[in-house]
């Protein structure tokens, strides 16, 4: 259950230097280092599995800070052990990337600050098909409110699955929820992130081996428009 792990009381509580040493040392005689050390957190990948999109972003945004948020104790033990491994096998690299056990549908604002993340990533959520626990969906109209409020104006969430009704939903809870809109077409092509949403993890992986087909919802985070 939750009380078997620790939630920080708000995210001022979050320690950094036990999640990004390098950019956020516990000893002070050593100095801070990179761009990302005057930074927060600004993407978080929510029940990040194995941790394969972290992997993948991490080269690829080398100074962002970023997190996945995983509720199995031994899966976000594997993400530490595979963090860690990465980092003594490639000497100053994947420093920004690391990972909590939480339950994201519970803890959100314990960890994020109003409008401080760019990037919110929801792959492969597990379906819940039964109507009566489509209220344990990842993504609702309660729980994009939340993701509303720690996203900046401009931010992006990227949603993917190979279950079409899942898909189906995910994209209609964003079309109506008023403080995100959907990102053309070309612009989802040049970004960079998308050909990893299919890609970098594992879940995306075998649904690809499989031949299996995905459906993405990518929407903008936009200020709120006055009637
Ligand atoms: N995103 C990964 C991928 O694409 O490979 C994992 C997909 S897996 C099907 C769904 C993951 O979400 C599981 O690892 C599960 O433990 C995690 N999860 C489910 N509910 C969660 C919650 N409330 N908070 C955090 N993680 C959760």
């Given at each position: 259950?939750?009380?078997?792990?620790?939630?920080?009381?708000?995210?001022?509580?979050?320690?950094?230097?036990?999640?990004?040493?390098?950019?956020?040392?516990?000893?002070?005689?050593?100095?801070?280092?990179?761009?990302?050390?005057?930074?927060?957190?600004?993407?978080?990948?929510?029940?990040?599995g194995?941790?394969?999109?972290?992997?993948?972003?991490?080269?690829?945004?080398?100074?962002?800070?970023?997190?996945?948020?995983?509720?199995?104790?031994?899966?976000?033990?594997?993400?530490?052990?595979?963090?860690?491994?990465?980092?003594?096998?490639?000497?100053?690299?994947?420093?920004?990337?690391?990972?909590?056990r939480?339950?994201?549908?519970?803890?959100?604002?314990?960890?994020?600050?109003?409008?401080?993340?760019?990037?919110?990533?929801?792959?492969?959520?597990?379906?819940?098909?039964?109507?009566?626990?489509?209220?344990?969906?990842?993504?609702?109209?309660?729980?994009?409110?939340e993701?509303?409020?720690v996203?900046?104006?401009g931010?992006?969430?990227?949603?993917?699955?190979?279950?079409?009704?899942?898909?189906?939903?995910?994209?209609?809870?964003?079309?109506?929820?008023?403080?995100?809109?959907?990102?053309?077409?070309e612009?989802?092509?040049?970004?960079p992130?998308?050909k990893?949403?299919?890609?970098?993890?594992?879940?995306?992986?075998?649904?690809?081996?499989?031949?299996?087909?995905?459906?993405?919802?990518?929407?903008?985070?936009?200020?709120?428009?006055?009637?």
């Amino acid at each position: 259950s939750d009380s078997h792990f620790p939630v920080p009381i708000s995210p001022d509580e979050v320690d950094l230097s036990q999640h990004y040493p390098r950019y956020f040392p516990s000893d002070e005689g050593e100095g801070r280092q990179g761009d990302a050390a005057a930074s927060r957190i600004r993407f978080a990948d929510v029940g990040c599995g194995f941790g394969g999109l972290l992997v993948g972003l991490s080269t690829l945004f080398p100074d962002t800070l970023m997190i996945g948020m995983e509720l199995r104790d031994k899966v976000t033990e594997y993400v530490k052990e595979r963090i860690l491994a990465l980092r003594a096998s490639n000497p100053g690299q994947y420093d920004n990337i690391s990972v909590v056990r939480t339950n994201s549908m519970k803890y959100i604002p314990n960890y994020f600050r109003k409008a401080q993340l760019s990037k919110m990533f929801f792959l492969f959520p597990d379906p819940h098909f039964k109507e009566k626990n489509h209220r344990r969906r990842v993504i609702s109209m309660q729980l994009l409110d939340e993701y509303a409020y720690v996203m900046e104006v401009g931010g992006i969430i990227y949603t993917i699955t190979d279950v079409e009704e899942l898909g189906e939903w995910m994209r209609s809870c964003l079309e109506k929820h008023p403080l995100f809109e959907a990102i053309p077409e070309e612009e989802i092509k040049a970004d960079p992130v998308v050909k990893l949403l299919s890609t970098a993890t594992e879940e995306g992986q075998k649904v690809a081996r499989n031949g299996g087909q995905t459906f993405q919802a990518i929407f903008r985070r936009i200020p709120l428009q006055e009637e």
